[in-house]
Structure formats: structure tokens, C-alpha cells
């Protein structure tokens, strides 16, 4: 590197070993076992010259470890290195997913015409976004990969993913404080965790500037294709990313399978996609492409789908609104209403499933997170017939609470016939007081909007449609401590009573996307 820092690097050379187009993988993850063996020799074997590199602070490569701050100046800097090789051919594509996946968007829009092609996977062009969701802290997500990053970079680390998960659920089970709990996962303080608590949820600190390349996306122009799942924890910034390109005129390619971030069912396929793209863009064989640029996997229906694009053709907005009774459905409520509960943060709301980065995220039974106090459930009559929802998914609340600090968590579930409620999608938003969006309405009555999971799914008929609304997700979130206080001091807690309001003109509602089903 200019800095003279020195990252190493494994090359993979195709048969013959001639000059032929460059496949550039950059991780924090290594270099061999999977990598080398599916990525390596993978895209060798289709004549490509593969260069796999780790990056700054872990496995041999030098510098200190420092997670988004060098991706950008070392990724240039190895694409300089790569130029000067004698079997580099002038063009070169990128792959990978996660981390590996923003390793390319740190370069794509400086890498110049030499970036042909790019396939990311299960990732975003900013995480910040996805370390903030809805203004609140990430928790559970955060401090894993912090300490499994830390971990793997250290000698015999490589059992780091899945020590990880069990660590972080012990550590934040602990009561400690926030700021503590690096100390209770690794034993040690970890920078990275340390420097999301001091710039939490807020886009405009300096930290952020060279660690964000969503500004950017549209000016790529390489072809891309991005692949993700339905469960995935970075899917609604990835498909910001998409929607950053179609505003530009590019055509990107889309796959959205029944997956989540870790699971390994998403890895064949994409390496499949990510050749055929590759053979493509770099070789001049498109043999491999399908007609469709948008491929979604309908949960609920069990079926794969082309589209020409994403929102999908006839996607109407919805809204499903909250009724007297916990009732819902897409009728205006004809007359006055609101429930209540108590978010206490000393017990908070606990979560069960949803996107969270090291665990299995696929939807699980809610039955027990209904039965609290601090859950309000509205779910719809059975369904007459099947009702399909293909789309990105939005809330609009009417909300007081005793606090102006508090969280509003909204989930969306299917509640089967023999009584089963699957989490579908979620979202939260972290309000305090004069909060933009959520400015008041009504006397101390706010207006809440809240952006979910986007969703593809069937609602068969003979089931019901069901909505939660909270004040608590823990610990994929940190709890709101109703001060307002930053989050990692450990102060005292205020509980939070909050009213949910359903009236003619306080309609509080979950906007789905619906399709006409097939």
C-alpha cells in the first residue's frame, strides 16, 4: 500500500496461466478454506484469473484493523498492483458477499472501465443505516460481528463465527451496561464497537464520510448484479442500491431468496449467478442470463418469479389499519379508539427471530412474545381468499407516550390456521422530541412513519394477517432508556406508557404492498 503497509494476497491462475480477465475478492475473512476452494479455483477453472486479498489488520496482512476505513485507498491501491502484473488483461470483475460485498462498492464508481462486471451478495454500500435501524442501535448484530471480527484476526480465531452469536446473547443477557459489553464478549475492549456507540445514528459526523458510498452508487458502471433474502439484515440498503441504479438508467439484475444473512443455502446460487454474470460481461457469453432482470422467491407460495423490475409491476399500497378490538383490515375505522401498554426498559420487550447478522433469521412462532403486556396484537378475519404482497412495507402510527423518548416497533405476521404466527418483516423507529417525520398531530399525539422489511409473500387463504406494535426488540435493538441519555452510560431508566391510537382521524395503519395473486 502507499502508506507502505503490506496486504496479502492469493492468486488463482486459470489453465495456461496467460493473460485473461481478473476476478478482485477483498475480505476481512481470510483467504483459504471456502474462499479459496469455491471462489479461487471456482471462477479459475472458467478462465479467469482470481486475486483474493485480506484486508488491512487480520490474517498476515499488515496495518491496524480499523472495520470500512481503508477499503477505499487499499482497494485502488491493489487495483494499481493488479495493473502491473503480466497476466492481467485490462478488465477485472469483483464478487463477494457482506463485508466482501462493500469491499467492491468502496472502489466500483473510481475503478474507471477496467470494472466491468460486480456481483454482490447480502450486503449494502453503506452499513451504517443497518448499525442504526430506524435510529436505534443495532445491538445484538453489532457487537457479534465486532467480536468475531476481532477474534478472527487474532491467532486461531477461525471458530470465531460461531462462538460469536453465543457469547454476544450471554453478554447482553448480563445487565451490564452497553458500554460494557465488549468486556463481557471478548474480554477486552473492541475499537469498533466502542466508535458505533460515540457516533450513533448520526449520518453527518465526520466518521461516516469515508466509510459511506451510497452518494456514489448511481455513477457505477459496471454491470451489477445483487443478490439477498428475504431475511437478510442488510436486504432494505441493498435494495436502496438497486433503486440508486434504475434512477441512473442502469439495468442491475435482482435475486431475493428465502434466506437470511448467514445461511448457507444462498451460496450456491450465488456463485452460479455470479458466473454467469462474469461470462457475460468479460468474456462475451450471455448464454447464461435470464430474460428477467428480477428473480423473487414468493415465501408462503413456494415459488420463483421473473419481474422487469422492482417494486414489481402492479404493486398497489395497501393499508391495513388497526381497529377497535385489535381487529385489522383495510376498512377506515369508523369510530374512536386506543390501546395501551407499558414499555418498562428495565424488562424490556424481548424479541423472537427477526434480521439479526450471525443467527438463523428465518420466521419463527410468536405465540409467546403475543401473550405479554407490552405486545399489541390486532390480526385480521380469516381470509377468504389467498392474498399476495410483493413489495416494500411502511407503518403509519399515531402514538403518545408519558416519554418523548421511546421506540415504536412494528412487525408483520401470518397467523396459520392451526394457530402458528410466523414473523414476516419488522421494522423500528427511535423517536425523541421535534423528531422531522414525527412531529405532532394532535395535541402531544405524533405521527410515526416506520419503514419495514420489504416483503414477498402469499397469505394463504384460511389465514389471518397479523400486526405488533412495541416499544421493544431486545436485543437486536439496545433498549431505549427514555432519558435520551447516549446509550452506553448505564443511567437510570424511565418506563414508557404509550398509547396507539385507531380512530377516523388518528388512522393508524401498516401499508402493504398488494399484487394480484397468481
Same mark, same amino acid.
Do not use: N
Given at each position: 500500500?502507499?502508506?507502505?503497509?503490506?496486504?496479502?494476497?492469493?492468486?488463482?491462475?486459470?489453465? !495456461?496461466?496467460?493473460?485473461?480477465? &481478473?476476478?478482485?475478492?477483498?475480505?476481512?475473512? !481470510?483467504?483459504?478454506?471456502? %474462499?479459496? =476452494?469455491?471462489?479461487?479455483?471456482?471462477?479459475?477453472?472458467?478462465?479467469?484469473?482470481?486475486?483474493?486479498?485480506?484486508?488491512?489488520?487480520?490474517?498476515?496482512?499488515? #496495518?491496524?484493523?480499523?472495520?470500512?476505513?481503508?477499503?477505499?485507498?487499499?482497494?485502488?491501491?491493489?487495483?494499481? =498492483?493488479?495493473?502491473?502484473?503480466?497476466?492481467?488483461?485490462?478488465?477485472?470483475?469483483? %464478487?463477494?458477499?457482506?463485508?466482501?460485498?462493500?469491499?467492491?462498492?468502496?472502489?466500483?464508481?473510481?475503478?474507471?472501465?477496467?470494472?466491468?462486471?460486480?456481483?454482490?451478495?447480502?450486503?449494502?454500500?453503506?452499513?451504517?443505516?443497518?448499525?442504526?435501524?430506524?435510529?436505534?442501535?443495532? /445491538?445484538?448484530?453489532?457487537?457479534?460481528? *465486532?467480536?468475531?471480527?476481532?477474534?478472527?484476526? $487474532?491467532?486461531?480465531?477461525? *471458530?470465531?463465527?460461531?462462538?460469536?452469536? $453465543?457469547?454476544?446473547? +450471554?453478554?447482553? /443477557?448480563s445487565g451490564r451496561p452497553v458500554a460494557e459489553l465488549d468486556l463481557a464478549t471478548a474480554g477486552r475492549p473492541l475499537p469498533f464497537f466502542q466508535d458505533l456507540l460515540a457516533h450513533h445514528a448520526d449520518p453527518a459526523v465526520?466518521?461516516?464520510?469515508?466509510?459511506?458510498?451510497?452518494?456514489? @452508487?448511481?455513477?457505477?458502471?459496471?454491470? @451489477?448484479?445483487?443478490?439477498?433474502? =428475504?431475511?437478510?439484515? %442488510?436486504?432494505?440498503?441493498?435494495?436502496?442500491?438497486?433503486l440508486a441504479m434504475r434512477r441512473a438508467g442502469r439495468r442491475p439484475y435482482l435475486t431475493i431468496g428465502p434466506w437470511y444473512h448467514v445461511d448457507a443455502r444462498h451460496g450456491r446460487p450465488s456463485m452460479a449467478e455470479g458466473l454467469a454474470w462474469f461470462r457475460a460481461h468479460l468474456l462475451g457469453d450471455g448464454s447464461g442470463l435470464r430474460a428477467d432482470p428480477v428473480r423473487l422467491h414468493v415465501t408462503g407460495a413456494g415459488e420463483w418469479r421473473d419481474y422487469p423490475d422492482w417494486p414489481v409491476p402492479g404493486m398497489t399500497p395497501q393499508r391495513w389499519h388497526l381497529r377497535r378490538g385489535f #381487529? /385489522?383490515?383495510?376498512?377506515?375505522? +369508523?369510530?374512536?379508539?386506543?390501546?395501551?401498554?407499558?414499555?418498562?426498559?428495565?424488562?424490556?420487550?424481548?424479541?423472537? !427471530?427477526?434480521?439479526? /447478522?450471525?443467527?438463523?433469521?428465518?420466521?419463527?412462532?410468536? +405465540?409467546?412474545?403475543?401473550?405479554?403486556?407490552?405486545?399489541?396484537?390486532?390480526?385480521?378475519?380469516?381470509?377468504? &381468499?389467498?392474498?399476495?404482497?410483493?413489495?416494500?412495507?411502511?407503518?403509519?402510527?399515531?402514538? $403518545?407516550?408519558? *416519554?418523548?423518548?421511546?421506540?415504536?416497533?412494528? +412487525?408483520?405476521?401470518?397467523?396459520h390456521p392451526d394457530g402458528r404466527s410466523l414473523n414476516l418483516c419488522e421494522g423500528v423507529r427511535r423517536l425523541r422530541p421535534a423528531s422531522g417525520r414525527d412531529e405532532p398531530v394532535e395535541g402531544d399525539v405524533r405521527r410515526v412513519a416506520v419503514e419495514l422489511w420489504p416483503l414477498g409473500h402469499r397469505f394463504r387463504a384460511g389465514h389471518r394477517i397479523r400486526v405488533h406494535v412495541a416499544a421493544g426488540a431486545y436485543p437486536t435493538i439496545a433498549r431505549n432508556s427514555g432519558t435520551g441519555r447516549p446509550i452506553g452510560d448505564g443511567g437510570p431508566m424511565v418506563p414508557a406508557d404509550v398509547e396507539v391510537f385507531h380512530t377516523p382521524d388518528l388512522p393508524s395503519a401498516v401499508v402493504l404492498p398488494r399484487v394480484a395473486a397468481r
Open positions: 500500500m502507499p502508506d507502505g503497509v503490506t496486504l496479502l494476497a492469493d492468486h488463482y491462475a486459470p489453465a !495456461g496461466g496467460g493473460r485473461a480477465p &481478473a476476478v478482485l475478492i477483498r475480505s476481512p475473512y !481470510g483467504r483459504r478454506g471456502l %474462499f479459496g =476452494w469455491m471462489y479461487g479455483r471456482g471462477f479459475a477453472r472458467h478462465g479467469f484469473h482470481v486475486v483474493i486479498q485480506s484486508c488491512r489488520g487480520g490474517f498476515g496482512s499488515g #496495518g491496524l484493523l480499523d472495520p470500512m476505513a481503508d477499503e477505499h485507498d487499499d482497494g485502488l491501491a491493489t487495483l494499481a =498492483w493488479m495493473r502491473a502484473q503480466p497476466w492481467y488483461d485490462g478488465s477485472f470483475a469483483m %464478487f463477494g458477499p457482506s463485508y466482501l460485498g462493500y469491499t467492491q462498492w468502496a472502489i466500483a464508481a473510481d475503478a474507471g472501465p477496467e470494472l466491468k462486471a460486480m456481483a454482490a451478495q447480502i450486503t449494502a454500500s453503506q452499513f451504517r443505516d443497518a448499525a442504526y435501524v430506524g435510529g436505534a442501535f443495532a /445491538l445484538e448484530s453489532a457487537l457479534s460481528w *465486532t467480536a468475531m471480527t476481532d477474534a478472527m484476526a $487474532r491467532p486461531f480465531g477461525g *471458530t470465531a463465527v460461531l462462538t460469536a452469536p $453465543r457469547l454476544t446473547r +450471554r453478554a447482553v /443477557l465526520p466518521y461516516w464520510d469515508k466509510r459511506d458510498f451510497s452518494p456514489r @452508487v448511481g455513477q457505477v458502471e459496471a454491470a @451489477v448484479t445483487l443478490l439477498s433474502g =428475504w431475511y437478510d439484515v %442488510f436486504l432494505p440498503w441493498q435494495l436502496k442500491d438497486y #381487529g /385489522l383490515g383495510p376498512e377506515p375505522p +369508523r369510530e374512536g379508539g386506543a390501546d395501551r401498554f407499558r414499555y418498562d426498559p428495565a424488562h424490556p420487550t424481548p424479541v423472537l !427471530g427477526g434480521p439479526v /447478522l450471525l443467527s438463523d433469521s428465518r420466521p419463527r412462532d410468536q +405465540r409467546r412474545l403475543e401473550a405479554r403486556r407490552d405486545v399489541l396484537v390486532y390480526s385480521s378475519p380469516a381470509l377468504a &381468499a389467498d392474498v399476495e404482497m410483493i413489495g416494500p412495507v411502511t407503518a403509519e402510527l399515531f402514538v $403518545r407516550s408519558s *416519554t418523548p423518548y421511546v421506540d415504536v416497533v412494528v +412487525r408483520v405476521c401470518d397467523v
